[in-house]
């Protein structure tokens, strides 16, 4: 059985389906690992739910930041005018049956046997694993249930900047949901800082990307993660970055997680948009 774990896919559908020829992918055989964005900006976030849905057991999602703003936009709360490839999925008629799979999805995956945890975007340096994963279930719960209109609603913004034991309510899960679908620099505290986006080396000073914090309680972990487009490949153990821009222009990347190295396998893609370095 193989398992690869794949970048940032954001409704490039077509793309998806080239990689996956690569790859000689069996869904009777081998697993699916997607670092979340499934939608928004490419041109068929409807085919890309119902097609990863469609699969079953044979492949996870974790949710990422523009997952939760579809989520957002089918609860009601209102969409950018520039987010019109959402619609094909906010009007579908299996639209409910998506929204439902997608709102069951977790915010982090971590398979023991394999060795790998993985989220869309980043851990704070106070996170261990156990503590990743007791914030992630509370967020999952609560979007499970009744409480996730308010829930979405409420997680936009960028305040709390900095974890607190203490932390409860909104506050909690707005920091919670930022980590995990948001983050890419922080300074040694845990400060986050969500205006850089570019490449290591473009940040303000004083704060550097969250996986080079040196006092980080996740240190020990094999991390996979999407969101950061401008990041690229990177050589540090234990992380491994899988959004290469596919919707940028750039490959749409598969790390295959059962080999000892993990390998990486690139599908070209022709894009969509002109970077922003989102």
Wanted: aromatic letters at 8%; a negative charge; one cysteine or more.
């Amino acid at each position: 059985m193989a398992v690869y774990a794949i970048g940032d896919v954001q409704g490039c559908f077509d793309e998806l389906q080239a990689l996956l020829a690569r790859l000689t992918f069996n869904p009777q055989n081998d697993r699916l690992w997607f670092a979340g964005d499934l939608v928004n900006r490419g041109p068929m976030s409807l085919e890309t739910l119902r097609y990863i849905k469609g699969l079953g057991d044979a492949a996870i999602s974790v949710l990422g930041n523009h997952d939760l703003h579809l989520l957002a936009a089918a609860h009601g709360h209102p969409i950018k005018h520039d987010d019109h490839t959402l619609d094909a999925v906010l009007d579908a008629p299996d639209r409910d049956e998506l929204i439902d799979w997608l709102r069951r999805q977790p915010l982090l995956h971590h398979d023991a046997m394999h060795g790998f945890t993985m989220v869309h975007a980043g851990l704070p340096p106070q996170w261990d694993l156990a503590l990743a994963q007791r914030c992630a279930a509370e967020v999952e719960a609560v979007l499970r249930g009744d409480g996730i209109a308010g829930l979405l609603t409420n997680m936009y913004g960028n305040n709390p900047g900095q974890w607190a034991d203490d932390l409860d309510g909104h506050d909690r899960q707005r920091f919670i949901i930022n980590c995990f679908t948001r983050l890419r620099y922080c300074d040694q505290d845990g400060r986050l800082d969500f205006k850089s986006k570019g490449p290591p080396g473009s940040q303000r000073a004083g704060f550097c990307p969250w996986y080079e914090i040196d006092s980080r309680a996740s240190k020990g972990l094999k991390i996979i993660f999407g969101h950061w487009s401008t990041l690229r490949e990177y050589g540090r153990p234990g992380i491994y970055p899988i959004d290469s821009a596919c919707l940028w222009g750039g490959e749409l990347t598969a790390l295959r997680i059962d080999t000892d190295p993990p390998q990486r396998i690139n599908q070209p893609c022709p894009g969509q948009q002109t970077p922003k370095g989102y």
